[in-house]
Each structure stands twice: as C-alpha cells, then as structure tokens.
C-alpha cells in the first residue's frame, strides 16, 4: 500500500509516516498545505491520501477541500481525514461521494495504534471509517427511527452494500436483483430509519452511518 501525507504540522506528518512504514505501508509523499496535496497524488498516483482539514493558509477547510479535489480528479484514491476538531459538514461532503473509500478521525481519539491502521486499511481498500462522535453528532436531530434492527434481512444486506460505497446499480448485480427492487428496498430502509427528505441532509450517508453506529 502506498500513502500521501498531508498537515502542516511537520512532527506529527513524521510521526505518522515512522508508524507508516513500520507497519509496511510506504509514504510516497509528506506534504504541508492543499496545492502540494494535489500535485503529490498527481506525481504518485497513492491508494490512500491521509489529510488533515485544517492547513494553511487560513487553517479552516484548505484540507477538506484539497481532498474533494482528490476524489473528483482521481477516484481511485481513498481518502481519509484527520481533524482536531468536529467539521460535521465537511464531513457530509466528502462522505457522501461515490465509491467508498473514505474516512474521517478525530486526532485526539486516535490512541489505540492498531485501531488506526485498520482503519487505514479499511479506507484504502474501499471501506468507511468514521468517528464514533462524528456519527452522533450527524445523526443528533429527531427522528422517529426505531434503528437498524427494524431493518429485514434484506434491507441490511442492503445497507450493508451501501456503507462499502456501492450504488445501487452495483447493488443489483451484487445480489441479483433488479435496480427498480433496490430502489424500493433503499426507501423501504430511509422510512425505517427516520430519514426525512430534506434539503440540507444527504440520506444515503446517514443511513450508513446509522448502519455504523449499530
């Protein structure tokens, strides 16, 4: 597996890339702000690119948006974000593109070192990770869900599918079915889970992380 650092803080970006290369993951790239993020997937082509939000020059959402650029120009590069602090929206934003392969950890809870390694696996081989408080804060709004274990066999198959990035036309083929019967499974499941159609929320991301939660 081959990864690209990106936060402006040159000791932990060392840090990160020592603990790296001990496990066999090569750091092809350290990097301190978005546009050299950019031209540093460009030149190495990573599996995964392992970014914080915050970097220069205004240390708001420079990270975050450097890797929605790296989705959108190259989609086979995971991505996973690193923040010290709870960027709920940006997190909405890079969830919610297709495919699979993203994350997004919080710096101060990563203290269980395997934990994080798995879960930069997890994210370069196409998997979700996320924040257990990320998901309570997305998921903290009233509903009338009654959870995931109202879900039918079916319906987590599903979901399941859902939360590893696939559509519901790779859905379809996965378990044979017609895209018209996963439509109406992936309603069936918004309905379940309390997920109203509003403008300024994204379903289909919610519903996963409530899959994740569970």
Not at 131 to 155: K, M, W
Request: proline share 4%; charged share 25%; no cysteine.
């Amino acid at each position: 597996m081959r990864a690209v650092l990106a936060d402006d803080s040159v000791l932990l970006r060392s840090g990160l890339a020592l603990l790296l290369q001990q496990q066999g993951i090569t750091v092809v790239a350290e990097v301190g702000d978005g546009e050299q993020l950019l031209a540093a997937v460009a030149e190495h082509q990573p599996d995964v690119a392992i970014v914080d939000i915050r970097m220069p020059p205004s240390f708001t959402v420079e990270g975050v948006r450097a890797a929605l650029a790296v989705r959108r120009r190259y989609p086979g590069v995971a991505v996973l974000l690193l923040s010290q602090h709870l960027e709920h929206r940006e997190a909405l934003a890079l969830l919610q593109q297709p495919g699979g392969g993203v994350g997004y950890l919080l710096k101060d809870r990563i203290t269980d070192v395997a934990g994080f390694l798995r879960d930069v696996r997890r994210v370069a081989a196409s998997g979700t990770a996320i924040d257990p408080i990320v998901v309570d804060r997305l998921l903290r709004r009233p509903r009338v869900s009654v959870g995931v274990g109202a879900l039918s066999p079916r319906e987590r198959e599903i979901l399941a599918r859902m939360a590893a990035g696939r559509a519901n036309r790779g859905i379809s083929a996965e378990l044979h079915l017609s895209e018209r019967t996963v439509e109406t499974h992936v309603r069936s499941i918004f309905v379940k889970l309390g997920l109203a159609d509003e403008p300024d929320t994204h379903r289909r991301v919610l519903a996963v992380l409530t899959f994740l939660a569970d």
